[in-house]
């Protein structure tokens, strides 16, 4: 983590990511393109997504979040800043002079060598199935179907944990602390993923978050009752409702959002602790 001086208001308590452990290189020019950012905007052109536009442009890091390549062992030749995620990549290269990037774990060094397989050794950034990992190990990157590639657990400093094997299923705690059922099929990466210290980072002032495209916020309850549920009254008022709402009027605070009906809830063996 970098604490810097305090040379103007906005620079005290302002921290950011220490660049130092990452490789000084320029990204994988075939691995980059451009992405079309919907600034909030749905199909239809309209804004979906509030306080969302503008920004700094960047390109998108094409990541191997599946295992395209089985049994075929690759080697880790850098670590490299990505500034879609909160997460550091790692440029990997196989033994057919492919190229990927991947979510670097913890701890992961350039010149590891890394394999996704059946019968990957149990060592940082190797990706293998759930039902060989031993119970007690901690996973990143995890498939939620078979094939589908990793969909959860990707974040900086994230990871869930193998609490037992049950049948053709696994159950993980996720960092949210539910507990969880996964086929046994489903592909994992060993190990966190990298770069714990964003949780504590300080964005330090607005100007930075415009920088990322994140737009003003408004209180509710500085704007007019046509607005916001929350607006309205002479000077400043609580918002006058016993529990807060969203614009459009729906409950905001400590209500479930989860569909009751969805297929995988019978997956779920405890939800997350408040």
Not at 10 to 19: A, L, N, V
Not at 25 to 50: A, F
Not at 85 to 101: H, P, V
Request: with cysteine; charged share 25%; aromatic share 6%.
């Amino acid at each position: 983590m970098k604490i810097y001086k305090p040379t103007t208001p906005s620079r005290r308590g302002m921290t950011g990511i220490d660049f130092t452990q990452l490789t000084k290189k320029r990204p994988e020019k075939s691995l980059l393109k451009y992405v079309r950012r919907d600034v909030g905007r749905g199909s239809s052109g309209r804004i979906t997504v509030r306080h969302k536009g503008g920004g700094c442009k960047q390109l998108y890091r094409i990541i191997e979040f599946s295992q395209t390549k089985i049994d075929l062992p690759a080697q880790v030749t850098a670590l490299e800043y990505d500034p879609n995620r909160t997460a550091f990549i790692a440029l990997i290269e196989y033994a057919d002079k492919t190229k990927q990037y991947v979510i670097a774990p913890h701890d992961l060094k350039v010149g590891a060598d890394v394999i996704f397989s059946e019968t990957a050794p149990l060592t940082v950034g190797n990706r293998t199935k759930l039902k060989n990992i031993p119970v007690g190990s901690t996973v990143y990157n995890v498939e939620l179907m078979p094939g589908k590639g990793g969909k959860i657990v990707r974040s900086a400093g994230s990871s869930a944990q193998v609490l037992a094997h049950d049948g053709n299923h696994v159950n993980l705690k996720m960092p949210s602390s539910e507990i969880r059922q996964f086929l046994g099929e489903c592909f994992a990466s060993i190990g966190a993923v990298s770069n714990p210290e964003n949780r504590f980072y300080r964005v330090g002032k607005a100007g930075k978050n415009r920088h990322k495209g994140i737009r003003p916020t408004v209180r509710g309850s500085a704007m007019n009752p046509v607005d916001h549920p929350h607006g309205g009254g002479e000077g400043r008022q609580p918002i006058g409702l016993k529990h807060p709402k969203t614009p459009w009027g729906k409950p905001a605070l400590g209500v479930k959002t989860r569909n009751k009906k969805k297929w995988s809830n019978k997956l779920i063996i405890s939800r997350r602790k408040k």
